[in-house]
């Protein structure tokens, strides 16, 4: 099983949709998380880190479910330009190390 | 400017050479990590470091080798034992890896193809 699983997508929406990507994770021990944005041929971004509270960011919300081990990240009045790959990571707390998902793909159509 | 720099950008090697690519940050970041990214995959740690004159083996360290023996750099070499060596490989570093802020920021990355 791998660390950190998200569903690769694609997700092909209307300019103006809501979308909503999940994201699992399988170390308890887990103690960080994060949403990066990573645009073709580019460096991953960070989008927004994911709090024990959940947190927004404009059209943006993130969501973080210890007890099932998983992150959410919704999105929306989706533009064109919100059209990229979307990335979870996590952070194991007992490694240091930064794990990231495969990555969802997201394609705003007008 | 605070930041991460790889380089070069692009980087082409004969089959059998050892090449290493550059990662440096002024961002005064304790924790530095290099990944792998192949087409239509998600990143794969090789290496991280923590601390400097200190690191730990990622998921698939094999064929790579690296040092931190500065807080700024960690340059990462791709041996000749590395046997899919093309890729595009990306450096990041982060302020720690424990507590509140260790978000990881990234550099724009280096291209390496094997001729």
């Known amino acids: 099983r791998k660390e950190v699983e998200q569903d690769p997508g694609p997700f092909n929406v209307p300019e103006g949709a809501t979308v909503a990507f999940n994201c699992t994770y399988s170390?308890?021990?887990?103690?960080?998380f994060f949403w990066y944005r990573q645009d073709c041929r580019k460096e991953p971004k960070l989008l927004m880190s994911?709090?024990?509270s959940g947190n927004e960011d404009g059209r943006f919300t993130a969501q973080l479910n210890r007890a099932s081990q998983y992150i959410s990240l919704l999105i929306r009045d989706s533009k064109l330009s919100d059209s990229a790959t979307y990335l979870c990571?996590?952070?194991?707390?007992?490694?240091?190390?930064?794990?990231f998902g495969q990555g969802t793909t997201l394609q705003v159509k007008p | 400017d605070g930041g991460i720099t790889q380089s070069p950008k692009y980087l082409f090697r004969k089959e059998g050479q050892n090449v290493t690519l550059s990662c440096e940050q002024n961002l005064n970041h304790d924790a530095m990590y290099w990944y792998r990214q192949d087409p239509g995959q998600g990143l794969r740690l090789i290496y991280y470091s923590q601390i400097v004159n200190d690191f730990q083996k990622g998921d698939i360290a094999e064929g790579y080798s690296v040092s931190r023996e500065k807080k700024e750099s960690f340059p990462l070499t791709v041996t000749s034992a590395q046997k899919n060596p093309t890729a595009f490989y990306l450096c990041a570093s982060s302020k720690g890896t424990g507590g509140l802020n260790t978000e990881a920021f990234f550099g724009q990355g280096t291209r390496l193809t094997v001729v």
């Open positions: 994911v709090y024990s």
């Open positions: 990571v996590v952070r194991a707390g007992n490694t240091g190390k930064l794990i």
């Open positions: 170390n308890s021990a887990s103690q960080s």
